[in-house]
């Protein structure tokens, strides 16, 4: 059997505009996983520079790798800090009403 090639896939050498950004964390808050919306973050943040961000949230480097990853946890606060030093803002909408048949 013939062996497949692969490579490594980084979704954040593929962030380069605020909008690709928003719509990739849309992307991930539809889903409604938090560790999806975690590394979402993460990714969107990498793609930013981590340095950059800790600078303007005053969280550490470290810590934020941590938190955004798929193993953190990270608390609200720690989410609207990065998000906005990434320059993006959540909205809410209503849901759309279920029907009952």
Request: proline share 4%; no cysteine.
């Amino acid at each position: 059997m013939k062996k497949t090639l692969t490579t490594h896939w980084d979704p954040a050498e593929h962030l380069s505009t605020h909008e690709e950004m928003a719509a990739y964390l849309e992307a991930a808050l539809e889903e409604g996983d938090p560790k999806l919306i975690a590394v979402a973050l993460g990714d969107i943040a990498r793609a930013k520079g981590m340095s950059r961000i800790a600078r303007e949230t005053g969280l550490g480097r470290e810590s934020l790798y941590k938190a955004l990853s798929s193993t953190g946890n990270p608390e609200l606060g720690t989410v609207l800090k990065v998000i906005s030093a990434l320059g993006l803002h959540l909205h809410a909408t209503p849901a759309q009403a279920k029907t009952v048949a």
